[in-house]
T-cell receptor, first 110, second 114 residues
């Protein structure tokens, strides 16, 4: 079953923060985050494994709450380059394929 | 440089015609996947393969076929049975332990029915 992402869209000014959520009704083994620019391939951001770890990548970080089957992506001090659609991909018990959410469209304005 | 190549970038199909989308990777990845993306939508799994000469249906396999005769190649055929094939098609590959390495995506093929 497809994970649910929220919000569906968000508009920010440069320097503002945003949180994107990904929620699943199934137990998760890992959660992956990707960013896609219009008409391009999704680009890998990070992976979180079950265990509730938090990861960071410059000003973009994420957390994974295994008990709640939820993951959140945090974008701080947003830059124009952060604009795009963010997807979470979830993996069941080492199923080795990802099921993607519907995406969150992020627009950062000057 | 290693990567995953999809061709063509744009493809036009006439009604009743079969078309084949190419996907080649030189990353020595074991697993390969095909996803379909409709405007403003997420990615839906069509087929995937974790080993040569073996593949499994995804959520929306009807009207599509694949083959995996070589580790590097995973072509997707959109048959005339697929009634609404206009979409953006993404191919991806991964190592066996996808939870550690994630996917590498190709640049996509945009298919339009004319």
């Amino acid at each position: 079953q497809q994970p649910v992402q929220s919000p569906q869209a968000v508009i920010l000014r440069e320097g503002e923060d945003a949180v994107i959520n990904c929620s699943s009704s199934k137990a998760l083994y890992s959660v992956h985050w990707y960013r896609q620019k219009h008409g391009e391939a999704p680009v890998f951001l990070m992976i979180l494994l079950k265990g509730g770890e938090q990861k960071g990548h410059e000003k973009i970080s994420a957390s994974f709450n295994e008990k709640k089957q939820q993951s959140s992506l945090y974008l701080t001090a947003s830059q124009l380059s952060y604009s795009g659609t963010y997807f979470c991909g979830t993996e069941g018990d080492a199923g080795n394929m990802l099921t993607f959410g519907g995406g969150t469209r992020l627009m950062v304005k000057p | 440089d290693g990567g995953i190549t999809q061709s063509p970038k744009y493809l036009f199909r006439k009604e009743g015609q079969n078309v084949t989308l190419s996907c080649e990777q030189n990353l020595n990845h074991d697993a390969m996947y095909w996803y379909r993306q409709d405007p403003g939508q997420g990615l839906r799994l069509i087929y995937y393969s974790q080993i040569v000469n073996d593949f499994q249906k995804g959520d929306i396999a009807e009207g599509y076929s694949v083959s995996r005769e070589k580790k590097e190649s995973f072509p997707l055929t959109v048959t005339s049975a697929q009634k609404n094939p206009t979409a953006f098609y993404l191919c991806a590959s991964s190592r066996k332990q996808v939870q550690n390495y994630g996917y590498t995506f190709g640049s996509g093929t945009r298919l339009t029915v004319v």
